[in-house]
Each structure stands twice: as C-alpha cells, then as structure tokens.
C-alpha cells in the first residue's frame, strides 16, 4: 500500500500522485509500487526493499540522490495465546523534495502523522518530521516497556503460588522482548549520533527542544529496558527455584504420606501371609482384628506425630 500526503497550510491532504513537498507512505508495498517509486526518484529498488527485511539492522545510508536512516521500532507481534513485543525496521529515505517512509506494516508511529493529530507536522519541514518520528519512536518504546513491567508484576504474583512452567514460559516470553528492545535501542541510538553528528538533519533553532527531548526519550529507552532486563532476569532464576521448591515440598509431603500408610499395609499384609494362626499375636482372640486395626491405627497415628513434631509437613 502506498499513499502520498501533503501539508497545506494547517491541514494534510491525501494526494493520488505525488508532489514536491510531499510525503510518500508505503506500507508492505508490492513489486509494482516499489518499481513505480523507485523509477520516479531514480533510486535502486534494495533501498526500498530494506525495511522489508525483518532481519535488517540500523543504519544510516546515504548517497548523492538520497539519505536512508533505517531504525528499528517497537511492534507487537499476535501470538496465538499472549502478545508477543518485538521489533521491526522502519526506513525514512529523503530525495529530491520529498520524504519517503517505507515499514512492513502499519505502525502506531506514522498513525498520528496520516490522521493530522501531530502538532507543528508540516511535509516540507524535513528535520523536523525526521525528529518527531524518532521521538514517536522512543515514546512508543517506552510505553511498551511499562506494559511489559506491569505484565511482569502479574506474573509475579502467579508465580507465588504456582508449581506450574506456564507463569515461567510467559516471563521467558517477555525477557524475549526485552532483548529485542535492548538490543534495538543501542543499534537505535549509534545511528541517532551519527546522524545528529552530520549535517543530514539541519539544526533550526525552533527544533532545538525537539531534538533534545529525542535524545533523552531514547536514553530513557535504553535505561529502562536494562533495568527491566535485569530484574525479569533475576525474577526468572528466583521463581525457577521457587518453583523447584514448590514442587520438592510437596514431594515431601508425599513421601511422608506414603510411609504412614505403608505401615498398615505392611501388618496387614503379615497377616495374610498363608503361616500357622499359633504364630501370630491376637489370631485366636475373639476381638483379634480389631484389637489389630486399632494397634495399626495408633502406631501411624504416632508416627504421623513424630513427622509433624519434626516439622516434615512444613
């Protein structure tokens, strides 16, 4: 899908061809757009095709007919029972009078910019649209990495109580998407230096705050997705054991049950044994079974004591 918008005045119109000053949005786009772009701004089809690439790593690209800044940004991936975060390329190329962005799909970063929501957004003002889709990018990183840390305080309270492997596995999941956002906040901000170190992105003084409030968002990225990384980390191997422990208690508890009630399985099954009644005590007596249950019965019953005193049970 490909769509061309352009900003007039305080509005942003859809274009059915493009304009210069424009800004070209393709999503996913097929063979036929990307061979349509590519001619028109006399680019080779692969800086297109970059962000398409899921396995693409930042960079920054540039050449005498365009500037590619390709960065990673925060996706949520649908998994057939929970929601997986990972990350996804995203490439802002700049040509001759126009911005173009390319991702796989749709991203809650560009939706604010295609809907008219984004204050001061105009298609001509190229720095500052570059520097408010790195700043949606960090903001967006962080508001992931607060849902992952209250994800991560749910399953934590599960795991108190669990013997189970579903709470670990769901904790696995989220460390998972915590090394994908560590790892794409540090190709993120190489690329952020070097490209705030160039003269790509003209420093006007009115985007001063801006690219200052880019540059923390994404430090605070990085900070938060390590501290977050760490403690699912350490809360991994702490319910790891917790779960070990769990499980070895109530193995306990088990053989302890056993060896109570071996002990009437063991009178009882001397008692059957195919021997002489002379032999055996209380065989001729008239109340000889009972008189046999109820020494079986105290004789657990003490030894169920003796654990219990010992606290085997706790």
Known sequence: MINFYLSDNEHLQKLDIPAAGCWINMVAPDDGEIQKI????ALDTD???AAL?????????????YTMILVNIPAVEDDREKE????????IILVDNAVITVCSEETPILKPFREGMMRAFRTQMRSRFILQILFRMSALFLAYLHVIDKKSDLVEE?????TKNKELIELLRLEKSLLYFTTALRSNETVMKKLFRTEIIRKYPDDSELLEDVIVENEQAIEMANIYSGILSGLMDAYASVISNNLNIVM???????????IPTIIFGAYGMNVNDAGMPFAQHPMGFWIIVG?????????????NKTSIFK
């Open 295 to 307: 020494l079986t019965a105290i004789i657990s019953t003490v030894v169920a004591v003796v654990f």
């Open 84 to 91: 997986l975060y990972t990350t996804i390329p995203l490439s």
């Open 47 to 49: 800086i297109i095709k």
């Open 252 to 262: 306990k508890t088990l053989a302890v049950l056993t060896i109570v009630l071996n």
């Open 38 to 41: 590519a001619k028109r701004y």
């Open 158 to 162: 599960k795991l108190q109580k669990s």
């Open 53 to 65: 690439d899921l396995d693409e790593r930042s960079r920054l690209e540039f050449d005498e007919e």
